[in-house]
């Protein structure tokens, strides 16, 4: 069998390699530039990244271990705070030394290596019996089938550029620096030689506010030079190839036809900020050679391969965009406190709990809890319990701490404070088109919080002047809070859809309410998770408190969306019929 490998980055190398030691007779890989050409600057992998190819290919793990350097602590700089929070272990490595090293290893093992060939037209490859796509973002392959592999490419909003610095940073840190122009972001990480990387990030606003965008290359490069200067000790910042550009994100319909496939980077993307796609890339590569192992006839194998792998890879690209979000976003949290801030950055994957973080790094979540219940009552301490057990006022209501259980059998009410905290204040879901009698039996009730429920209102109206709330807020006494529910449907945590949510429930606050329930809407309720996201935007942007219900069961779901600043109440969800089941 005749294998040919369009690219020789991370996915063709190792594929190459793989192939080979499974007896695949011709093994060719073309790449267009030299092996002494240098593009990008250190990767890294987060801890079990490498598990895979550790599994298939120890002599490579071990290479690329001693080649790089590992550690645990990230350190976050923002504005002129410096927080080193304890994480999981990461191991950086040059890319050059990484391709050395893959490159290395399929020379011995007899691969037909092609450097300096750029492949123009994939009729100069009809003679093999398979073509493997590893050319990356641009790939030919993929252009030359287009309607085949149905591909679509978004861009990020955001600039960014891929550069060096000569000195050996010990670890990673984010730097943020706000300047008159807006926020310019740094990433730089440690490659195990005498530089480091440093990836700087910046929005379209503050590209063209700080006149970025009519600068050469050096110009810019140098001004930036001047923005991270703090943090650069003076040292120039070093570029190899092209500068400043938008994130690409790539998916595609498929990644095979019966005699072609693309794999890494040719086949999809996720954002650089979770540090996954030179991983992804191997684990394809790992996954198309065992395919072709297992199955003789190609197209099934090809079959095989996309089947086995969509589902992961698409995992890594939806928590890269929550990633990437984060990053676009993250001036909305700089006036945080500095731990706080710390704590929300190292939770931003949305796949770390407070309960993680905590067993990472027990000291930093023993300050963190200090901080927060400090702050909440007023007093000092040294040792306090984790966030959802701090009092919190919301829309000027005390309550004893920040969990509510809906209560069905009591009508729509809401109870805050779990367990029931005699004596803590209930809030009142009432239903907009029964307003009058609802309000007053929930007067009678005893009730202190009225949430209005406006679900049934087309999102146009209640842009516009939500209906019955002015009528509630008249009509409640006026030392208690009202507020509004809104429901959220599938799709609500698209960037649209989240301005939405925000527009509306600026909309309810013009309108008299101090306090917003967010929760999924019955008929098409969005995937869990996605009420929060929602709801962390609504509570940063607006000066609105949020009560968030979103299929939450456990005090460490609370607690992380607490800790991080997405909700001030979380709504536990206790179902009476599995009390007691084994
Ligand atoms: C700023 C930044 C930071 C990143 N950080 C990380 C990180 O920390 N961790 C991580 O895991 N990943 C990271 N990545 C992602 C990672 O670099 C890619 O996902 C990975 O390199 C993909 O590997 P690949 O082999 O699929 O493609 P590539 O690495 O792009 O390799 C494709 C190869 O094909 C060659 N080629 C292209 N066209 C042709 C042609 N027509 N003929 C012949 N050869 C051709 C190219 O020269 C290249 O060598 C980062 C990416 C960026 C941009």
Same mark, same amino acid.
């Given at each position: ?412 009410? /809401?109870?805050? +404070?779990?367990?029931? &905290?005699? #004596? @803590?204040?209930? =809030?009142?879901? *009432? !239903?907009?088109?029964?307003?009058? %009698? ?49 429901? /959220?449907?599938? +799709?609500?945590?698209? &960037?649209? #859809? @989240?301005?939405? =949510?925000?527009? *509306? !429930?600026?909309?309810?606050?013009? %309108? ?52 991080? +600043? ?12 599995? !009390?007691?089941?084994?």
């Amino acid at each position: 069998m005749r294998v040919d490998i369009i690219g020789g980055g991370p996915a063709g190398l190792f594929l190459s390699t793989l192939l080979r030691r499974d007896g695949v007779e011709d093994v060719r890989v073309y790449e267009r530039n030299e092996p002494s050409a240098s593009a990008g600057w250190a990767v890294v992998f987060p801890e079990g990244s490498l598990d895979q190819l550790a599994g298939v290919d120890a002599e490579s793990f071990a290479a690329i271990e001693r080649a790089g350097m590992s550690w645990t602590k990230v350190e976050i700089r923002c504005r002129d705070s410096r927080y080193l929070v304890e994480g999981n272990r990461f191991h950086g490595i040059g890319r050059d030394a990484l391709l050395t090293i893959l490159r290395e290893r399929a020379t011995v093992l007899g691969v037909g290596l092609h450097y300096g060939h750029q492949v123009t037209d994939l009729a100069d490859h009809a003679d093999a019996d398979l073509v493997v796509g590893a050319d990356g973002l641009n790939s030919v392959v993929r252009s030359q089938q287009e309607a085949a592999f149905g591909p679509r490419i978004e861009h990020g909003s955001f600039y960014y550029g891929w550069f060096g610095v000569e000195a050996a940073a010990p670890t990673f840190a984010y730097i943020f620096v706000d300047t008159e122009w807006g926020l310019f972001q740094g990433y730089v990480y440690p490659s195990g030689q005498s530089w480091s990387s440093l990836i700087i990030y910046a929005s379209e606003e503050t590209w063209q506010r700080s006149g970025m965008a009519g600068m050469d290359i050096d110009e810019s490069l140098r001004f930036c030079e001047r923005v991270f200067a703090d943090h650069l000790d003076g040292r120039p910042i070093l570029r190899r190839g092209p500068a400043w550009t938008k994130f690409r994100h790539l998916r595609c319909d498929t990644w095979h036809t019966d005699d072609t496939v693309l794999i890494g980077d040719a086949a999809h993307t996720a954002h650089w900020s979770i540090g996954s796609g030179t991983r992804l890339a191997i684990e394809d590569a790992i996954a198309l050679a065992a395919q072709l192992r297992a199955e003789p006839n190609i197209p099934d194998a090809l079959a095989m391969y996309e089947k086995v792998r969509r589902g992961r890879v698409e995992q890594f690209q939806d928590a890269a965009l929550l990633s990437e979000r984060y990053f676009d976003t993250v001036g909305r949290y700089l006036d945080y406190d500095p731990i706080q801030f710390a704590y929300q950055l190292t939770a931003r994957s949305w796949r770390i709990s407070y309960g993680d973080i905590a067993r990472r790094d027990p000291d930093f979540i023993r300050r963190f809890n200090a901080w927060f219940h400090s702050r909440a009552t007023g007093t000092p301490t040294a040792i306090a319990p984790p966030p959802v057990f701090a009092p919190a006022v919301v829309g000027g209501l005390r309550l004893a701490n920040r969990v509510a259980a809906t209560v069905p059998t009591e009508g729509a009410g /809401l109870l805050i +404070g779990t367990p029931p &905290v005699p #004596g @803590t204040p209930a =809030a009142a879901v *009432l !239903a907009a088109d029964r307003l009058d %009698a609802e309000l007053a039996a929930a007067r009678d009730a005893g009730y202190q919080l009225a949430l209005l429920d406006l679900s049934a209102h087309a999102v146009a109206d209640l842009l516009a002047a939500p209906p019955e709330l002015p009528a509630l807020r008249a009509q409640w006494p006026e030392d208690q809070p009202v507020g509004a529910v809104i429901a /959220l449907s599938s +799709g609500c945590d698209t &960037v649209a #859809g @989240t301005e939405e =949510a925000v527009a *509306l !429930a600026r909309a309810v606050e013009a %309108a008299g309410a101090a306090v917003v329930l967010l929760r999924p809407s019955a008929d098409e309720p969005p995937r869990a998770g996605q009420v929060l996201q929602v709801a962390d935007a609504v509570r940063n942007e607006t000066g609105l408190a949020v009560v968030v219900e979103d299929g939450m069961r456990t005090l460490d779901a609370a607690d992380t969306a607490i800790a991080a +600043g997405r909700a001030d109440l979380c709504v536990l969800r206790f179902d009476e019929s599995e !009390a007691g089941e084994a």
